[in-house]
């Protein structure tokens, strides 16, 4: 289930509030003629998408397990000095001073050179991160891991084409029902759950869940991801289960301790009466 976060504020909101003057044009020649102030100001009017940069791009290169030893704040600093760097060079640089008003494309290729000068100076911090605090913590793999790496990886690489036939034969069936006008299937669901467990534990350590085949069918075939760098080369691709397993849990050497898998197809069967037909 997603969870519902509050709107981001926006530029227009930031700047009511501290007053700020919300001329990016002004600003940018203030700061070339060495106003500080300005740069300040310029700071405060795009920190919104300065956090918001940093935000969605340590999201998408990296996983929990990596994120959550980082200070928020230390990325928000260090995004803060690239941005003041990025503009230091755009006024100086730029002819952006040729036009009286800061339109709509320059003002995109403004936000573009500053987000790139973002995203090279978070690298290093991640980078560091992801060696020191992977998944598997800071000792490295002994050869019985990576063989059951391995191992595990043929098991499940198998076991999603098996998964994708069954689930192309029910939709198949249930979509046959549909066309026959079957007298109960009108419409019908496919829910994917995958548990792993460890030895006498009750409850599944991870849980993989989908409810269609996209995953399984795309295109890529080997889904070790630049968060999953730590992992050595597998004897074959890497399957999506497994990336899976290790990018998206939270389990650690758990993985290593997995006792047994269950693989559960749901199907919804649906039929659905209109209030028309009775009243």
Known sequence: ??????????????????????DTKLLLRK??????????????????????????????????QILRNIATTDLIDTAIDAFINSVESYVNSSDFLDKDKFDDDEELSFMDEYEKCIDKSLE?????????????????????????????????TEKQKM???????????????IRT???????????LE??????????????????????????????IVPSMSFIPVLEDPCCYLLHDLIDHSRIGKKLFKIDSIWINITIDDQNFIKRKEFI
């Not at 509050?6 to 007053?19: G, N, T, V």
């Not at 006008?181 to 829910?191: A, E, S, V």
């Open 1 to 22: 289930m997603t969870r519902k976060t509050e709107k981001p504020i926006s530029i227009e909101q930031i700047s009511k509030a501290l007053l700020i003057n919300g």
């Open 31 to 64: 700061i070339k003629n060495g106003d500080k102030a300005a740069m300040v100001q310029l700071v405060m009017l795009y920190m919104a998408d300065i956090i918001r940069h940093v935000d969605h791009h340590k999201q998408k290169r990296y996983n929990y």
């Open 124 to 156: 290093p911090i991640l980078l560091k991160a992801n060696k020191y605090s992977c998944f598997f913590g800071n000792s490295h793999l002994l050869p019985k891991n990576i063989a059951m790496l391995n191992k595990l990886n043929r098991i499940l």
């Open 163 to 177: 998964i994708t036939e069954r689930l192309a034969d029910y939709s198949g069936l249930l979509d046959n029902r």
């Open 181 to 191: 006008k079957d007298c109960f299937t009108q419409d019908y669901n496919l829910d």
């Open 194 to 223: 995958i548990n792993y467990y460890t030895k006498n534990n009750g409850n599944p350590i991870h849980t993989t869940y989908d409810n269609c085949t996209y995953l399984f069918n795309c295109e890529i075939t080997d889904w």
